[in-house]
């Protein structure tokens, strides 16, 4: 209880201190730990997280958001939609440059978008929908859509749709392009240096559009392969952030009680890390649906939120997290329930066969939480066998559909049509990858019902729709949801203003500044 | 001589080869491919995705097309290119490579001399309670595993005392030069050179007291000894001479791993060595980059072999050459 209030304290300094309007300082050199080490900085090539923190001070998109996921400008800074939800025109920021001193235009984004339809899987789903984009001059672009498509203003984050600059691409084979080594954004940041297995460094674009930012001077991205090597690095006063998930959660509680750290579960509001188990719907005691419902009955989150997560985490209720648009808590609920959870392993006739269980291997945490869910399924009687894997066996077998039971957490990108649906509908079933529809749930009324959302308009109708489908997957569970995650950022307290966006660290160190 | 070493080098090639054959092939046993790996990490993908890079990292031939594009390769010197790191292999291991001689090496003479020096101490003084504490703090360090022994360490002189530096190869970011720069990854290289060495001097410790205490009781020792020679000429030119040789052989092999065997320790030290790396691209399956590690660090095996068949003979003459 200590513990929790603690933490409370921690994170209420942390919100406190960036509410005052203090006057920002400049110069400065900030510390940040980054794990693991990126394959790569072109953000238009990798997405991975990693790379998606560091290059999100080296390249912009055309649109922020704020915590609430309300659009705020970026490279664009002003945008008008049409009645039917079709046309969307964008105006550019004028007077941006690239940080090798070319301007950038409207041609630029004509390019990006046909850059990351080649490229970037998720910007090609994003985008399906466009039928096309045109730049009537240099500070204007204008998207014509197919039909309407409701999440359309939440895709232009710089993860999703990173700006990519024509000159240094155009008539090039991108993905050998000498310039990857070397990348060239718009940013506040400019690449500098990677000694690979020590430290990546990103100092200050003295050209940057915005007079007066950033702040910041440099940034060093220090390669700490050990989690406990991580946290004893910020301890030592050597690391002035860790960014979430950079260190193993047990260790939270201790690092927040120094002196003059800071804690903030804010700055995921646009991913919202959504964790469950994929349930292997074809075969198996997880194809019956009470199997199924027995599961969500017997496993105790709550538990796996205050101990194994430290509370930071929410129960999550169904497939959509509480942080994104047209999450409704109207739905079935299932609270911890042995008894309810053996009556329908009795109707669903199970018989005690072996059920392999694939913990997630991301680490320490995540491993005992895998046991915690394994004890949680054999008190009510389900044989549980736990599958020990490596990242790259981990993927091979959930893409190959080989499990029975396997822990994961997608991000949700803030809308249900970009990051829930994929999970949900028929369509997205396709062996070799981990991040589709890999439980096998197909269910026609569902299908029609994300169709339908995605490009219902206006947005009360997709409330509408969205509720329905929640209230319909929650019933099946296709999935067995466990928590909505938060992976706390820690600074040192005088590095201000770091999380001010709905996607954190990874909107770079536009705003941040160092109080010394 | 040198007809030996031209013959020894002969058939290293030949097992070169061997090991390249049998690790492209293992590799690939382990289940999921870069590709895989690359497209989990993107947190999305779809299949024209994973198909790109499949064809990017030529996953899409046939396998012994592979094996023979591979070795080719090798003949011709050229490690391949990691695609995933946007660079080629041999670059990627010739950057990490003086970092991991440079601790390795250093733990190597740390525990080469000083368990030397402890073990025939303790042989010397058979019985008595300097060599009880020897024997068994060489067997505490023997049997205590490496990282635990890293991780008390940072807690000791980094957490603790703020003695020394906890990660790294040298202070980010300042720059020095000349002295200062010397001392400074002085300072980075203690508690990892350190650790490394702590285990291997407790090897070498135990090995040349158990071979001293053999050799003690020959008979040209004992007619040393009947010949009035001084104790201390005695233990050092003929006990301790003679008793090196199973020392050698473990020095040896420990020269072998210098290269490649430090893995723990330069993860827990964020040590940017060769050891991370080949963990690295093993959690990646990025083949090009693993087998090139593998064949660098095979070749070192072999090149150690050779030099320990050479020091054997400077040691003890007896021993002839032939291949």
């Known amino acids: ?516 | 001589m040198l007809a030996f070493i031209a013959q020894r080098i002969g058939k290293a090639v030949i097992v070169l080869l061997a090991i390249v054959v049998l690790n492209f092939f293992l590799i690939r046993l382990a289940p999921g491919d870069p590709a895989i790996v690359m497209a989990g990490e993107a947190g999305a993908s779809d299949e024209l995705f994973v198909t790109q890079l499949r064809e990017k990292f030529g996953l899409d031939r046939p396998l012994p097309v592979q094996l023979f594009m591979y070795v080719k390769g090798i003949l011709s010197l050229d490690l391949g290119y990691s695609f995933r790191q946007q660079m080629p292999v041999s670059k990627l291991i010739l950057d990490r490579l003086p970092a991991t001689m440079l601790l390795t090496g250093t733990a190597f003479a740390i525990s080469l001399a000083f368990g030397v020096l402890f073990g025939a101490l303790a042989a010397r003084r058979a019985g008595t309670w300097a060599d009880t504490l020897i024997t068994v703090l060489a067997l505490i360090f023997y049997a205590t595993p490496l990282f635990w022994i890293a991780l008390m360490a940072i807690l000791l002189f980094s957490v603790t005392m703020e003695w020394l530096p906890s990660f790294g190869y040298e202070t980010v970011g300042a720059n020095y030069t000349g002295l200062a720069h010397v001392l400074d990854v002085g300072a980075h290289l203690v508690l990892p050179a350190t650790t490394i060495g702590l285990f291997f001097m407790a090897t070498y410790a135990r090995m040349t007291r158990a071979s001293m205490l053999e050799v003690k009781r020959l008979d040209f020792v004992k007619t040393a000894r009947a010949k009035g020679l001084r104790d201390a000429v005695i233990q050092r030119r003929h006990v301790l001479r003679n008793a090196l040789l199973p020392v050698v052989t473990l020095a040896g092999l420990q020269a072998g791993t210098l290269v490649g065997g430090a893995v723990l320790t330069e993860t827990v030290f964020a040590w940017p060595g060769i050891g991370r790396l080949m963990y690295e691209a093993l959690l990646q399956r990025d083949y090009n980059l693993l087998l090139g590690v593998f064949v660098v660090c095979s070749a070192m095996v072999l090149v150690f072999n050779l030099i320990t068949d050479l020091i054997y003979r400077s040691v003890d003459p007896r021993i002839e050459f032939a291949a």
């Open chain 1, 1 to 516: 209880m200590l513990k929790r209030s603690l933490i409370g304290l921690a994170m209420i300094c942390g919100v406190s201190a960036a509410a005052l309007a203090e006057e920002p300082k400049a110069g400065g050199v900030v510390n940040a730990v980054i794990q693991p080490e990126p394959p790569g900085l072109m953000l238009g090539l990798v997405q991975n997280g990693p790379t998606q923190m560091i290059s999100g001070n080296i390249y912009e998109g055309l649109l922020r958001y704020s915590p609430k996921l309300e659009p705020q400008p970026g490279l664009a800074e002003s945008w008008t939609v049409s009645e039917d939800g079709k046309v969307y025109t964008f105006k550019l920021r004028k007077g941006v440059s690239w940080h090798d001193g070319k301007p950038f235009t409207s041609a630029d984004v004509l390019f990006s978008i046909e850059f990351l339809k080649q490229t970037h899987a998720r910007a090609r789903g994003n985008l399906a929908t466009l039928d096309k984009v045109e730049a009537p001059d240099d500070s204007t672009v204008v998207f014509t859509l197919k039909e309407p498509f409701g999440p359309f203003l939440g895709i232009f984050e710089v993860g999703s749709l990173p700006m990519i600059p024509k000159h240094i691409y155009e008539g090039t084979d991108f993905k050998t392009n000498p310039a990857n080594n070397t990348p060239i954004g718009t940013g506040p940041f400019m690449f500098k240096d990677w000694q690979k297995g020590s430290f990546i460094r990103l100092v200050k674009n003295p050209n940057y559009y915005i007079k007066g930012k950033p702040h910041l001077d440099e940034i060093y991205w220090h390669v700490i392969p050990d989690a406990a090597a991580r946290s004893v690095a910020f301890e030592t006063g050597k690391i002035d952030v860790l960014p979430g998930g950079s260190v193993e959660n047990f260790d939270v509680p201790r690092l927040s009680k120094l002196k003059n750290v800071c804690v903030t579960g804010n700055g995921w509001e646009f991913f919202s890390p959504h964790s469950w188990l994929w349930l292997n719907n074809r075969s198996g005691p997880t194809a019956n649906k009470k199997f199924r419902q027995a599961l969500m009955y017997a496993i105790d989150r709550n538990f796996a939120k205050d101990v194994i997560w430290n509370g930071f985490a929410k129960v999550a209720t169904g497939p959509s997290g509480s942080t994104i648009k047209y999450y409704t808590s109207a739905v079935p609920k299932y609270d911890l329930d042995p008894a309810k959870a053996k009556a329908l392993l009795k109707e669903a006739g199970y018989n005690g066969e072996k059920v392999r269980m694939l913990p997630l291997p991301y680490g320490e945490t995540w491993q005992r939480w895998a046991e915690a869910v394994k004890q949680n399924l054999q008190d009510v009687g389900i044989n549980v066998e736990m599958i020990a894997t490596d990242v790259p066996g981990w993927n091979k077998k959930v893409s190959d559909w080989d499990y029975d039971i396997a822990f994961t957490y997608l991000y949700q990108y803030g809308d249900p049509a970009l990051g829930v649906a994929r999970n949900y509908v028929s369509s997205q079933i396709a062996k070799g990858s981990p991040f589709n529809n890999v439980e096998g749930y197909t269910n026609p009324e569902v299908d029609k019902l994300f169709a339908e959302g995605a490009v219902a308009f206006p947005d009360s109708k997709r409330d509408e729709i969205y509720a329905k489908a929640q209230k319909i997957l929650v019933e099946d569970v296709p999935v067995a949801w466990l928590l909505e995650l938060q992976f706390p950022t820690i600074t040192r307290c005088n590095v201000k203003n770091l999380v001010t966006t709905a996607i954190g660290v990874n909107d770079g160190f536009r705003d941040a500044w160092l109080d010394k």
